[in-house]
C-alpha cells in the first residue's frame, strides 16, 4: 500500500467477536488503521493507550481508529478492557489483512512491523508512518496528518 492508492476492503473480527466490515467506514469517514505487533507488550500497550487518550481528538477531526493484530478476539477482548479503550481492535490472525496492506514485517521478518495508515474521507490513503520503536510516534504523525489534510 503506497499513499495515494485506495484503502483495501476488508472484513474481520473485533473485540466483541463481530464482524467489522471496512465498506461500512472506509470511503465514508476519515480513518486511522494502525497495525501493531502483539497485545500486552510494553510497546503495544503505550500505543494503543495513546491512541485512547487523543480519541476525542480524532472524532473531533470526525476521523475513527482502528488498531489491527494477529492476537484473537479473546485476547483483543482483555487488552481492551484492562485498559478502557475506546476504538476497535480487529483480529487478523492469517495476517490477510497485513498481507493486503504490504505491512512489513521487522528485526530479520521476525517481528510484525508497526505501521499506521491514515486515510481520507474519499477511501485513500494520504500517510503512513512506519516505526516499529517509536510506537507513540504514530499518534503525533497520524494526527498531524489529518489536521493537514482537514
Not at 476492503?9 to 465514508?28: C, R, V, Y
Not at 482483555?78 to 490477510?96: E, G, I, T
Request: aromatic share 12%; proline share 4%; net charge positive.
Amino acid at each position: 500500500m503506497k499513499k495515494g492508492e485506495k484503502c483495501p476492503q476488508f472484513k474481520a473480527m473485533n473485540q466483541e467477536g463481530k464482524t467489522f466490515d471496512s465498506k461500512d467506514l472506509i470511503g465514508i469517514k476519515k480513518t486511522v488503521i494502525f497495525f501493531y505487533p502483539k497485545d500486552f507488550t510494553p510497546g503495544c500497550t503505550n500505543e494503543v493507550c495513546e491512541f485512547r487518550d487523543q480519541y476525542d481528538e480524532f472524532k473531533k477531526l470526525d476521523c475513527e481508529v482502528i488498531g489491527i493484530s494477529s492476537d484473537s478476539s479473546k485476547s483483543h477482548w482483555a487488552f481492551y478492557n484492562k485498559y478502557k479503550l475506546n476504538y476497535h481492535l480487529l483480529s487478523d490472525p492469517k495476517n490477510a489483512i497485513r498481507k493486503l496492506f504490504g505491512v512489513p514485517k521487522n528485526l530479520f521478518g521476525l517481528i510484525p512491523g508497526r505501521v499506521s495508515y491514515v486515510i481520507d474521507k474519499d477511501g485513500t490513503v494520504i500517510g503512513i508512518h512506519n516505526s516499529l520503536t517509536n510506537s507513540t510516534g504514530h499518534i503525533d504523525f497520524t494526527l498531524d496528518c489529518i489536521k493537514t489534510k482537514h
